[in-house]
């Protein structure tokens, strides 16, 4: 199985990513939505197939940076593509994600673009 | 970079974001034109309505509004205001949806919550955060605006509809 992950507070957010991970013609068999970074990890416990994670930075509940740390402290998932989409563009906030384990960063609001090439150049 | 709390500074750079996040993002909306700068305002029951000082114009009756505060060296507030039909077409435009598909007030709402994140995300790039101490909150409908703070609104028209866009800010520093 080939999932993808969308972690956003945004309904709306994660609508758009389906939207433009179908257009780019993404290698995917399936979204799953999670609202929150807490929600997002029972998703990765629960869900074997998870290959990649799309993920907001601001949420309720556990934010991004938090989503990611945790993340990579479970042992098989240290190398799970992680890239953060998000408002959040300040060369600080960046580097905090990239610091705490995220494998690309993209910037609201982004292009279809823009996307595909953070996904291509994690080899999807 | 100027500064946060001068008003005009905070409009231009504004007026920069909402083109960014309109011609990105939300299809259908490339183009729109700013039809009133530091508009005057008046609320009544909830409905808001902008009238050009200058030209005598006046907006449509706004009345969907999103909210995003933001806090740091400055604290302050983006607005995202529209029509109802306007926050319809904003919100298919973000979606990337044709008029068939079916469209819930939950999802106007929190299109319009994400329409207002972006530009809140791209007024602290540009505007107020040299480094990187500002923090963005959560979509609130229905805040008032803070109190003495600087800035104001850009009224654009958009195909058949109004929007507005208002960025308001207090500089914390100022106070005991």
Redesign the interface.
């Known amino acids: 199985m080939n999932k993808i992950l969308l972690v956003d507070?945004?309904?709306?957010?994660r609508?758009?990513l389906m939207?433009v991970l179908r257009q780019a013609e993404i290698d995917c068999d399936g979204f799953l939505e999670a609202s929150n970074g807490a929600e997002g990890l029972e998703f990765l416990n629960s869900e074997p197939g998870v290959s990649l994670v799309l993920c907001d930075f601001?949420m309720?509940v556990m934010n991004g940076l938090e989503f990611v740390k945790s993340v990579r402290a479970i042992e098989a998932r240290k190398t799970l593509p992680i890239v953060m989409v998000?408002?959040?563009?300040?060369?600080?906030?960046v580097k905090n994600a990239m610091d705490a384990g995220a494998s690309g960063y993209v910037?609201?609001?982004?292009?279809p673009e823009s996307i595909k090439t953070a996904l291509v150049a994690l080899g999807k | 970079m100027g500064s946060p709390t001068d008003g005009e500074y905070l409009l231009q750079t504004m007026r920069i974001c909402v083109d960014e996040v309109f011609d990105k993002m939300v299809t259908g909306f490339r183009g729109a034109a700013v039809t009133a700068v530091h508009p005057i305002q008046s609320r009544e029951n909830g409905v808001i309505k902008y009238s050009d000082k200058k030209s005598g114009s006046c907006s449509d009756e706004l009345y969907e509004e999103a909210v995003i505060p933001f806090t740091g060296d400055v604290c302050g507030q983006v607005v995202l205001r529209c029509s109802g039909s306007g926050a319809k077409s904003i919100a298919r435009g973000l979606l990337m949806m044709d008029e068939s598909e079916a469209l819930g007030l939950s999802d106007v709402r929190d299109a319009l919550g994400e329409c207002a994140n972006m530009l809140a995300g791209a007024l602290k790039s540009k505007a107020l955060d040299p480094n990187g101490s500002f923090r963005l909150g959560l979509p609130e409908f229905g805040s008032p605006g803070p109190a003495g703070a600087s800035g104001g609104a850009l009224v654009y028209r958009v195909a058949e509809d109004s929007m507005s866009v208002e960025v308001w800010c207090c500089d914390t520093r100022r106070q005991p």
Do not use: L
């Open positions: 507070d945004s309904g709306t957010m609508k758009i939207r601001n309720p998000t408002t959040e563009g300040g060369a600080e906030m910037t609201k609001p982004f292009t």
